[in-house]
Protein backbone atom coordinates (compact mmCIF):
# COMPACT_ATOMS: atom_id res chain seq x y z
CA UNK A 1 0.00 0.00 0.00
CA UNK A 2 1.43 3.26 -1.25
CA UNK A 3 0.03 6.09 1.49
CA UNK A 4 3.01 9.05 0.76
CA UNK A 5 1.18 11.18 -1.75
CA UNK A 6 -2.39 9.84 -0.56
CA UNK A 7 -4.16 13.59 -0.73
CA UNK A 8 -8.02 13.75 -0.42
CA UNK A 9 -10.67 15.59 1.24
CA UNK A 10 -13.70 13.95 3.48
CA UNK A 11 -16.76 15.39 5.43
CA UNK A 12 -16.38 13.11 8.85
CA UNK A 13 -19.20 12.66 10.79
CA UNK A 14 -19.02 13.07 14.12
CA UNK A 15 -19.72 9.38 15.33
CA UNK A 16 -23.11 9.47 17.33
CA UNK A 17 -22.80 6.93 20.25
CA UNK A 18 -25.17 4.28 22.05
CA UNK A 19 -28.38 3.57 21.62
CA UNK A 20 -28.38 5.57 17.74
CA UNK A 21 -27.09 2.43 16.19
CA UNK A 22 -31.38 0.81 16.46
CA UNK A 23 -32.22 4.73 16.40
CA UNK A 24 -31.34 5.03 12.75
CA UNK A 25 -33.36 2.15 11.54
CA UNK A 26 -36.35 3.52 13.63
CA UNK A 27 -39.79 3.45 10.65
CA UNK A 28 -41.24 7.03 10.03
CA UNK A 29 -44.08 7.20 7.47
CA UNK A 30 -43.20 10.23 4.99
CA UNK A 31 -45.33 10.42 1.80
CA UNK A 32 -47.12 7.20 2.35
CA UNK A 33 -43.81 5.29 2.57
CA UNK A 34 -42.21 4.21 5.30
CA UNK A 35 -38.71 5.31 5.88
CA UNK A 36 -35.88 5.27 8.25
CA UNK A 37 -33.65 7.74 9.71
CA UNK A 38 -31.06 6.48 7.83
CA UNK A 39 -32.49 6.49 4.63
CA UNK A 40 -33.84 9.81 5.08
CA UNK A 41 -30.15 11.36 5.78
CA UNK A 42 -28.55 9.51 3.04
CA UNK A 43 -31.15 10.85 0.79
CA UNK A 44 -29.88 14.02 1.34
CA UNK A 45 -26.41 12.59 -0.88
CA UNK A 46 -26.73 13.85 -4.50
CA UNK A 47 -26.70 10.57 -5.94
CA UNK A 48 -26.72 11.71 -9.91
CA UNK A 49 -23.33 13.33 -8.54
CA UNK A 50 -21.78 10.15 -6.33
CA UNK A 51 -22.16 7.95 -9.58
CA UNK A 52 -20.52 10.62 -11.70
CA UNK A 53 -17.40 10.12 -9.53
CA UNK A 54 -17.62 6.67 -9.29
CA UNK A 55 -17.83 6.39 -13.08
CA UNK A 56 -14.88 8.75 -13.29
CA UNK A 57 -12.78 6.15 -11.82
CA UNK A 58 -14.54 3.12 -13.24
CA UNK A 59 -15.51 2.23 -9.17
CA UNK A 60 -18.03 -0.47 -10.42
CA UNK A 61 -16.30 -2.25 -12.82
CA UNK A 62 -16.40 -5.87 -12.01
CA UNK A 63 -19.31 -5.02 -9.61
CA UNK A 64 -21.38 -8.01 -9.33
CA UNK A 65 -23.52 -8.01 -6.15
CA UNK A 66 -21.99 -5.28 -4.31
CA UNK A 67 -20.96 -1.91 -5.53
CA UNK A 68 -19.43 1.68 -4.58
CA UNK A 69 -23.06 3.18 -3.31
CA UNK A 70 -23.03 0.23 -0.84
CA UNK A 71 -19.93 0.65 0.13
CA UNK A 72 -19.95 4.05 1.10
CA UNK A 73 -23.57 3.47 2.60
CA UNK A 74 -21.99 0.49 5.15
CA UNK A 75 -19.06 2.69 5.91
CA UNK A 76 -21.04 5.81 6.27
CA UNK A 77 -23.30 4.03 8.83
CA UNK A 78 -20.35 2.51 10.52
CA UNK A 79 -18.90 6.45 10.71
CA UNK A 80 -22.43 7.54 12.28
CA UNK A 81 -23.05 4.91 14.93
CA UNK A 82 -19.21 4.71 16.21
CA UNK A 83 -18.59 1.11 14.84
CA UNK A 84 -14.80 0.54 14.46
CA UNK A 85 -14.05 -2.91 13.21
CA UNK A 86 -15.56 -4.39 9.74
CA UNK A 87 -16.58 -7.42 11.92
CA UNK A 88 -18.81 -5.03 13.96
CA UNK A 89 -20.31 -3.82 11.16
CA UNK A 90 -20.92 -7.46 9.78
CA UNK A 91 -22.50 -8.32 13.32
CA UNK A 92 -24.40 -5.36 13.42
CA UNK A 93 -26.49 -5.82 9.94
CA UNK A 94 -26.92 -9.18 10.86
CA UNK A 95 -28.75 -8.58 13.99
CA UNK A 96 -31.09 -6.08 11.99
CA UNK A 97 -31.36 -7.67 8.95
CA UNK A 98 -35.05 -6.92 8.60
CA UNK A 99 -34.54 -3.55 8.66
CA UNK A 100 -31.14 -3.18 5.83
CA UNK A 101 -33.90 -3.39 2.84
CA UNK A 102 -35.80 -0.28 4.31
CA UNK A 103 -32.37 1.74 4.93
CA UNK A 104 -31.17 1.15 1.54
CA UNK A 105 -28.73 -1.36 3.12
CA UNK A 106 -27.19 -4.57 2.19
CA UNK A 107 -25.80 -7.42 4.04
CA UNK A 108 -22.48 -6.89 3.86
CA UNK A 109 -20.17 -9.83 5.08
CA UNK A 110 -16.92 -8.57 6.37
CA UNK A 111 -14.42 -10.43 3.41
CA UNK A 112 -16.41 -8.45 0.94
CA UNK A 113 -16.19 -4.68 2.92
CA UNK A 114 -12.78 -5.33 3.32
CA UNK A 115 -11.95 -6.58 0.01
CA UNK A 116 -13.60 -3.44 -1.52
CA UNK A 117 -11.73 -1.23 0.95
CA UNK A 118 -8.52 -2.51 -0.69
CA UNK A 119 -9.39 -2.28 -4.02
CA UNK A 120 -11.70 0.50 -5.13
CA UNK A 121 -10.01 3.35 -6.02
CA UNK A 122 -10.07 6.30 -2.93
CA UNK A 123 -10.23 9.01 -5.41
CA UNK A 124 -13.83 8.27 -5.99
CA UNK A 125 -14.14 9.61 -2.26
CA UNK A 126 -12.03 12.50 -2.52
CA UNK A 127 -13.75 14.07 -5.02
CA UNK A 128 -17.13 12.85 -4.04
CA UNK A 129 -15.81 14.62 -0.49
CA UNK A 130 -15.23 17.75 -2.45
CA UNK A 131 -18.42 17.92 -3.45
CA UNK A 132 -20.20 17.60 0.02
CA UNK A 133 -17.45 19.64 1.37
CA UNK A 134 -18.32 22.93 -1.19
CA UNK A 135 -22.21 22.13 -0.36
CA UNK A 136 -21.49 22.63 3.70
CA UNK A 137 -19.33 25.53 3.19
CA UNK A 138 -22.11 27.57 1.16
CA UNK A 139 -24.81 26.45 4.10
CA UNK A 140 -22.43 27.91 7.11
CA UNK A 141 -21.19 31.27 4.81
CA UNK A 142 -23.62 33.60 6.22
CA UNK A 143 -23.75 32.14 9.67
CA UNK A 144 -22.19 35.12 12.33
CA UNK A 145 -18.58 34.19 13.66
CA UNK A 146 -16.94 34.56 16.35
CA UNK A 147 -14.65 36.64 15.27
CA UNK A 148 -15.18 39.82 13.18
CA UNK A 149 -14.06 39.04 10.04
CA UNK A 150 -15.62 38.74 6.74
CA UNK A 151 -12.57 36.50 5.17
CA UNK A 152 -12.17 32.53 6.07
CA UNK A 153 -10.02 31.95 8.76
CA UNK A 154 -8.66 27.78 8.91
CA UNK A 155 -6.74 26.10 11.42
CA UNK A 156 -3.98 23.79 10.17
CA UNK A 157 -2.28 21.07 12.31
CA UNK A 158 -1.36 17.42 12.37
CA UNK A 159 -2.33 14.43 14.38
CA UNK A 160 0.16 11.31 14.30
CA UNK A 161 -1.88 7.82 14.36
CA UNK A 162 -0.50 4.82 16.15
CA UNK A 163 -0.67 1.50 14.06
CA UNK A 164 0.30 -2.02 14.55
CA UNK A 165 3.28 -3.37 12.65
CA UNK A 166 2.17 -6.44 12.38
CA UNK A 167 -1.01 -5.40 10.62
CA UNK A 168 0.15 -2.22 8.67
CA UNK A 169 3.95 -3.27 8.35
CA UNK A 170 3.90 -0.39 5.26
CA UNK A 171 3.34 2.11 8.41
CA UNK A 172 7.04 1.63 9.89
CA UNK A 173 7.51 4.52 11.81
CA UNK A 174 10.44 3.79 14.48
CA UNK A 175 11.66 0.09 15.22
CA UNK A 176 9.21 -1.45 16.68
CA UNK A 177 6.19 1.08 16.31
CA UNK A 178 4.48 1.67 13.43
CA UNK A 179 1.99 5.14 12.47
CA UNK A 180 0.83 7.71 9.99
CA UNK A 181 0.50 11.31 10.26
CA UNK A 182 -2.40 12.88 9.44
CA UNK A 183 -2.70 16.87 8.16
CA UNK A 184 -5.59 18.23 8.45
CA UNK A 185 -7.08 21.91 7.38
CA UNK A 186 -10.05 22.87 9.27
CA UNK A 187 -12.58 25.55 8.41
CA UNK A 188 -12.86 27.39 11.46
CA UNK A 189 -16.93 28.66 10.09
CA UNK A 190 -18.86 25.44 10.48
CA UNK A 191 -15.79 23.30 11.56
CA UNK A 192 -15.52 21.73 8.15
CA UNK A 193 -12.09 19.70 7.61
CA UNK A 194 -11.59 20.71 3.91
CA UNK A 195 -8.19 18.83 3.56
CA UNK A 196 -6.60 15.45 4.67
CA UNK A 197 -3.56 14.61 4.10
CA UNK A 198 -1.48 11.53 5.30
CA UNK A 199 1.88 11.07 5.17
CA UNK A 200 4.55 8.25 7.23
CA UNK A 201 4.64 9.10 10.54
CA UNK A 202 8.09 10.73 10.46
CA UNK A 203 7.44 13.62 7.94
CA UNK A 204 7.99 16.90 9.98
CA UNK A 205 4.68 18.96 9.66
CA UNK A 206 6.04 21.94 7.71
CA UNK A 207 6.39 19.25 5.11
CA UNK A 208 2.70 19.27 4.37
CA UNK A 209 2.71 23.39 3.86
CA UNK A 210 2.45 22.68 0.12
CA UNK A 211 -0.26 21.04 -0.49
CA UNK A 212 -2.59 23.66 1.49
CA UNK A 213 -5.04 25.82 -1.45
CA UNK A 214 -4.12 29.00 -0.10
CA UNK A 215 -7.26 31.55 -0.49
CA UNK A 216 -6.59 35.58 -0.96
CA UNK A 217 -6.99 36.94 2.04
CA UNK A 218 -7.67 33.96 4.16
CA UNK A 219 -6.61 33.52 7.75
CA UNK A 220 -4.40 30.56 8.47
CA UNK A 221 -3.60 29.43 12.31
CA UNK A 222 -0.88 27.38 12.95
CA UNK A 223 1.64 26.00 15.57
CA UNK A 224 4.70 26.58 15.64
CA UNK A 225 5.65 23.00 14.22
CA UNK A 226 4.72 25.29 10.38
CA UNK A 227 7.18 28.29 11.16
CA UNK A 228 9.46 27.79 7.94
CA UNK A 229 10.43 31.32 7.11
CA UNK A 230 10.70 30.21 3.19
CA UNK A 231 7.36 28.55 2.58
CA UNK A 232 5.62 30.91 4.97
CA UNK A 233 6.61 33.65 2.55
CA UNK A 234 5.86 32.26 -0.43
CA UNK A 235 2.90 30.22 0.13
CA UNK A 236 0.96 33.22 2.04
CA UNK A 237 2.70 36.55 1.98
CA UNK A 238 3.24 36.30 -2.02
CA UNK A 239 -0.37 35.25 -2.53
CA UNK A 240 -2.12 38.20 -0.53
CA UNK A 241 -3.34 35.45 2.20
CA UNK A 242 -2.54 35.88 6.18
CA UNK A 243 -0.65 33.15 9.09
CA UNK A 244 -0.85 33.26 12.76
CA UNK A 245 1.53 30.94 14.31
CA UNK A 246 3.68 30.36 17.70
CA UNK A 247 6.96 31.64 17.65
CA UNK A 248 10.18 30.01 17.74
CA UNK A 249 12.39 30.47 21.10
CA UNK A 250 15.55 31.50 18.62
CA UNK A 251 13.66 33.55 15.90
Known amino acids: MIYNDFYFSRLDFAPLHGHLRMLLFIDY ?6 KTVFSQIMSLIPRYTFEKCVDKYKGNRHSIRLTCRDQFYAM ?11 RSIEATFSALSSKLYLSGLKPMPKSSLAEM ?5 WRIYRDFGQVLIKRVQDLYKDDDFCLDIE ?3 YAFDSSTISLCLCLCPWAKFRKNKGGI ?8 RGSIPTLVYLTPA ?5 KAMDKIPVEAGARYLMDRGYCNYKKLYELFQ ?5 FVTRGKFNM
Not at 29 to 34: F, G, L
Not at 181 to 188: F, S, Y
Not at 238 to 242: E, G, H, I, V
Open 29 to 34: VIMNQR
Open 76 to 86: SFAQFTDLDSL
Open 117 to 121: NSKKD
Open 151 to 153: NAV
Open 181 to 188: KMHTLLDL
Open 202 to 206: SVHDS
Open 238 to 242: LQNAY
